[in-house]
Structure formats: C-alpha cells, structure tokens
C-alpha cells in the first residue's frame, strides 16, 4: 500500500490495549510526532539513606546532528515510482527531472539507500514502488536514474532496486540491538518530495510485533515521519543505519506520535534472500500470533502473560500442518524458548528447515508438542 493513500484499520484487542483494528490505523509512513526535548537531571541525595548504584550519566543531544548525518546521507536515495512510460533517457531531461522530483507525477514516492555501492543494490519499501511501470531513484549527488526490481517480500514490506551504476559503498551499518528506550534516532527521506529531509525524535522501544506482520519485528519512535520517508534510512546517534523506516501508526482521532521502523538485521537478512534467489526462501508458518492478553494469562490460569498467543490460521498453511489452533500459546519452537511474541518472530526468521520442527504450545489446561514431519 502505497505512502500517500488512506490509511487503513486495525482492530484493538480490548483486554490487552495493543493495537489490533477498529480503534486504531497503519498509516504508511504518515506521522503527527514531535521532536522530543531533552529535560533537566535532578540529583537528589540524602545521608539518611544507603548510595543508589551509580546510573549511566545523562546523554545530552548535540547542539546539531550534521555531523553524525555525513555517513547516513551519503547512503540516502529518493525513489520515485511513476506510473509513465519513461526511457533512461528521458529521465535525464530538465523537464521530467523537474516534474518527477516534485512528485507531480511519480505515483509513488518514497526513500531508499545504498546497501552494496559495487552491484548498485538500494533497498526500499515494497509499498513505494509497488505496481510501479517504471522506477527512478535520485542518487545523493543528484543524478536521476531509471533502476529495476530484483526482488521484493510484501509481507515484510522490503523490496531490492538495481541501478546500472557502480556507487560509492555505503558507510558501516550499525546495531539495532544497542538501541534503548531513549536513545536519539534521526530519519533521512523524501516527505511529500522534499529532498533528503531530516527529522529526529527518540526510541520509544523495541522489539515490537503486531499479530498480521508474523515474523517482523519493529523499532518504535515518535519520528514525524510523513509519506516520502517510507524506505528510508533509521540513524543513530552516530549517524550508523540502523533499521529502514516504514510506517506509522494512527490513533482513532488521527492522534499519531508511533513510527515503526525494521531492524537493519532484519532488513539485510531479507535482502540477502531477494539478492540471492529474487524471492524469500524460508518457510512461513502461516498463522498470526501475538502477546498473551494479560486476561488470556488469567483465564488460563497462567501466573505470567508469557508466550506468543495464535490467532487466524491460514487455510493449507504450515501452521494448519503442523496443527495449531486459534487460541494456542506457543511456549516453545525446536527446543528455544519462547517468551513472547517477539521470541517467536525472531525464531522464525531463524526458521529453515520444515522437517523435524516442533511446537510446544498450551491449549487448554495442558501442554503439547507438536511435529511437522
């Protein structure tokens, strides 16, 4: 679904609070965030009472980001997926360069960057350029180029551009894992086809699943990301990339505040399938699953929410093989436990062989294996 069209529904599951549907909306890319402010830290001492341990000294932000923004701008490209007939030619002319820059006719306009400068590989969001006749990216220096689909996962929402030119290479990528609650992130994209915007804001946390996205993980921020960020780069403080900006979530009101943005683990993993086979290789279960409602956990007679709780079950999917049922709490996969939701999505990126895999769930008042032979 592409960044500038309406925003879609998702149901909210009245005993956990999480977005689920009616109450809520995805909105590519489309945010109402603002730029959080660093507050005052006030020490408070006492002799009555023993020393606290010793916590991290407070990180103030930069007086300015540009120069931890080097590294992430060099990576950063506009893409721009336009609905007319284009040749490599055209798209060299003043005037299309104008018009496809604004956007005036770019059916999709999103963000991308730079993963391998030697094979010209940019990633992106599949939801920028999808059902795209002809694809242009603006590079950093400002050439425009006509590029081509190698491959793209829907699901996940990442797809992988070729571009016949040798690129400078990206600068190294960072860790998404090192990301805490907190921590300054910026994002470099084309928000309503204002070139190379920056927008910064702080992570909200980490590690967050949403049932319909099965295996994908997110990174939460109050970016205000707007439509012509999806695809882009997510920055740390140092400038490293460390996940690709996809969209935002919506409150019933229109209230915003919520980004999302993939893991550049998760990204580069699906990319290397896209590179390498022009599709993704690795099994799917099949099946939407969640936290465990803290009301599920009570009628269940569970002292802990812990596991990732299933709900639809695709019709021939491998979940339906394997013989789980809606309202099953998955607790364990091939031996790993599973805590969560999140457990379970990282297990299952992990995934690749069907044969020999087992599920633990608890159904009912008992717990069970299931095997997948």
Same mark, same amino acid.
């Given at each position: ?59 103030? @932000? /930069?007086?300015?980001?540009?120069? +931890? !923004? $080097?590294? =992430? ?9 336009? *609905? %007319? ?85 990206? @600068? /190294?990528?960072?860790?998404?894992? +090192? !990301? $805490?609650? =907190? ?9 309503? *086809? %204002? ?179």
């Amino acid at each position: 679904m592409p960044g500038v069209r309406p925003v879609h529904e998702q149901p909210r599951s009245a005993a956990s609070g999480r977005v689920s549907g009616a109450k809520a909306r995805w909105r590519r890319t489309a945010g109402a965030a603002a730029l959080a402010a660093a507050g005052a830290s006030v020490l408070l001492t006492s002799c009555a009472h023993p020393k606290a341990p010793d916590a991290d000294p407070p990180r103030l @932000p /930069p007086a300015s980001f540009a120069p +931890a !923004l $080097r590294q =992430g701008l060099s990576a950063a490209v506009g893409v721009f997926g336009v *609905g %007319l007939e284009y040749s490599a030619a055209e798209l060299q002319t003043p005037e299309v360069r104008r018009r496809v820059g604004a956007g005036r006719v770019a059916d999709r306009i999103g963000a991308g960057f730079v993963i391998s400068g030697a094979e010209g590989l940019i990633v992106t969001a599949s939801h920028a350029v999808a059902g795209s006749q002809r694809i242009a990216v603006r590079l950093p220096d400002r050439r425009i180029v006509a590029a081509t689909l190698v491959g793209e996962d829907e699901m996940a929402d990442i797809a992988l551009l070729r571009v016949p030119l040798v690129l400078p290479e990206p @600068p /190294p990528q960072g860790r998404s894992a +090192a !990301l $805490r609650p =907190g921590d300054w992130v910026l994002a470099v994209g084309e928000p309503y *086809g %204002l070139n190379r915007s920056v927008v910064a804001g702080i992570v909200g946390g980490t590690d967050r699943h949403f049932a319909e996205d099965q295996e994908l993980l997110f990174i939460q921020s109050d970016l205000a990301l707007n439509p012509g960020n999806s695809g882009g780069p997510l920055l740390d403080g140092s400038g490293a990339i460390v996940g690709m900006n996809t969209r935002t979530v919506v409150g019933s009101e229109g209230s915003g505040g919520v980004s999302l943005s993939i893991p550049i683990e998760i990204v580069m993993q699906i990319v290397g399938e896209l590179r390498d086979q022009g599709h993704v290789a690795r099994p799917r279960l099949g099946a939407e699953f969640d936290d465990v409602a803290p009301f599920v956990a009570l009628d269940a007679r569970r002292a802990y929410a812990s596991g990732a709780r299933v709900g639809e079950v695709g019709p021939d999917s491998l979940a339906e093989r394997i013989g789980l049922q809606a309202g099953d709490i998955i607790v364990g996969m091939n031996g790993r436990p599973i805590g969560h939701s999140g457990d379970l999505a990282r297990a299952l990126l992990a995934w690749r062989s069907v044969s020999g895999t087992t599920l633990t769930v608890f159904r009912g008042q008992a717990y069970l294996e299931l095997r997948l032979q």
